[in-house]
């Protein structure tokens, strides 16, 4: 709505009970700011709060100076401008033109552009903003900055944000100068070379997950795959073959038996290229020589695929929970029980499937837990943390303790099914099988790298020794270090 617009993130009331921006230090340095809207309200606060002394320009100051800290000074463009050395250009590039009258006050000054473009526009020009920005004002030191912070950010602190600022200029000098800013503001500066990679610092945001693209695109295509031969099996040989209708169980019962397979082949998908790596290094006998792109890429994946194996894993839980409270499960249970009362059967109780279903469940439990160890592990704040062998520890150990519980559920799951003729439905084997394949492969090629013959020389490649090169040396007899050796 056109009056929301006006209206802070954070109230008047709240940033004027802060003392820390009630008054800014007496030859605290003075910060320009143009623009009104609530990227420089979040600006002004933040900036406020670090101790510098602001001035905003805005065309209507009266209507606007309520919205900033009681200590920013609130004053038309012309007056802003006059004294700061350092000028914040919060407006957007269409506006650009309209500071063109500025140009004579402006002349030796700082100028950071904090714009950023849509998408539209981004393909649109061919020159950055901030270039753009340069053109205009030739006189001006041009410095792209916080195009990357929002404004709740600056607002709440980098602590619940990202810590980054991406810096680029043609002035080493004004470059240096808004670093120290940055510093003074609590986050943390990346210089990002001349005013020629504002291009890419200005498209950082437009980028939806990045790094989640691949991983996403795996895990859906895997479920897509999963879910129609689990519809195959469950739901259409029954059908054509005996004439059942069980399309019923589409909802929940095909996506509970889908979300296990898709949740276990990414776990083993996060450990599978570390094999193959630690194969290529023994085969190379150097670690000197680069993985192939195709790896390379895949190992920078393995954490977005890890933690879309916990959120498969967990919706599995969760649907799990939910199967009792069908209706459907609640006339299979009357009916069961009415075939019992018409056998003349008082007691029903097979001992094996009481036993495989109590360990198939505990197992589930374990992994599941031990993969939210790993999920908890990955955030940033608790990564940090950690340092290099506990790190290694919780996501290579626990990881492959996660892996091997899963496959022992799975084992207990199939049982003695892959067996029975009546389970291959349309001559397709259970699901389960399927998903052994990757994960079995990954733990035995994890008990061949165990053996001493081929650890040892694991352990040296990975210290430096090459086959065929100058650099050659035994190893340590100390079994510590071999254990303390990182491993892919």
């Known amino acids: 709505m056109p009056g929301e617009m006006d209206k802070p993130l954070i109230s008047h009331h709240l940033v004027d009970s802060d003392g820390s921006l009630a008054e800014p230090p007496s030859g605290a340095p003075k910060v320009g700011i143009l623009g009104s809207g609530d990227f420089a309200r979040s600006l002004a606060t933040r900036l406020v709060g670090s101790g510098f002394s602001v001035v905003v320009g805005s065309r209507n100051p009266k209507r606007t100076a309520g919205l900033f800290p009681s ?15 350092v000028i914040f250009v919060a407006v957007f590039r269409e506006h650009y033109s309209s500071l063109c009258g500025l140009s004579d006050q402006l002349t030796g000054k700082i100028l950071v552009d904090v714009s950023n473009p849509t ?18 004002f030739p006189t001006c030191a041009v410095v792209k900055a916080f195009n990357v912070i929002s404004a709740w950010t600056l607002q ?18 004004a470059k240096r100068t808004i670093s120290e800013m940055v510093h003074a503001m609590g986050f943390m500066p990346l210089d990002m070379g001349s005013l020629a990679s504002a291009r890419e610092v200005e498209a950082m945001p437009l980028r939806l997950l990045p790094a989640w693209k691949v991983p996403a695109l795996l895990a859906l295509g895997l479920f897509v ?67 192939p792109d195709w790896l390379d890429h895949w190992l920078q994946h393995r954490k977005q695929i890890g933690l879309l194996s916990f959120f498969c894993a ?8 939910c199967l009792p409270l069908r209706r459907s499960h609640r006339y299979d249970l009357v009916n069961l029980a009415v075939k019992q009362v018409l056998a003349n059967k008082s007691h029903l109780w097979v001992e094996e499937e009481v036993w495989r279903m109590e360990i198939y469940l505990s197992l589930g439990v374990l992994a599941l837990g031990t993969l939210s160890l790993l999920a908890i592990a990955s955030l940033p704040s608790i990564a940090n943390s950690l340092n290099w062998r506990e790190f290694s520890f919780v996501q290579s150990t626990l990881g492959f303790v996660a892996l091997v519980l899963s496959t022992l559920h799975t084992l207990t799951y199939g049982w003695t099914r892959a067996f029975e003729e009546s389970r291959y439905k349309f001559y397709l084997p259970p699901t389960f099988t399927l ?54």
């Open 225 to 291: 795959c999963f879910f129609a031969y689990n519809f195959t099996r469950d739901v259409l040989q029954p059908y054509v073959q005996e004439s059942k209708n069980k399309f019923y169980r589409l909802p929940v019962s095909v996506v509970n038996t889908t979300l296990p397979c898709v949740a276990y082949v990414l776990l083993s998908l996060v450990y599978l290229p570390g094999v193959l790596a630690a194969a290529l290094q023994l085969r190379r006998g150097t670690k000197y020589h680069r993985f």
């Open 71 to 85: 200590s920013t000074q609130v004053t038309f463009q012309e007056e802003a401008v006059s004294s700061p050395g």
């Open 435 to 488: 998903t052994l394949l990757v994960p079995c492969v990954i733990i035995l090629a994890k008990g061949l790298f165990l053996l001493p013959c081929i650890s040892r020389r694991l352990a040296k490649i990975r210290r430096g020794w090459e086959k065929d090169g100058a650099v050659k040396f035994m190893l340590p007899t100390d079994s510590v270090l071999t254990e303390k050796t990182s491993h892919v």
């Open 314 to 321: 967990a919706l599995h839980a969760l649907y799990s929970f």
């Open 119 to 136: 998408e539209q526009e981004h393909l649109r020009h061919r020159e950055s903003n901030a270039e753009y920005l340069a053109s205009l």
């Open 156 to 173: 709440a602190g980098p602590r619940d944000g990202n810590r980054q600022v991406p810096i680029c200029s043609d002035h080493p000098e």
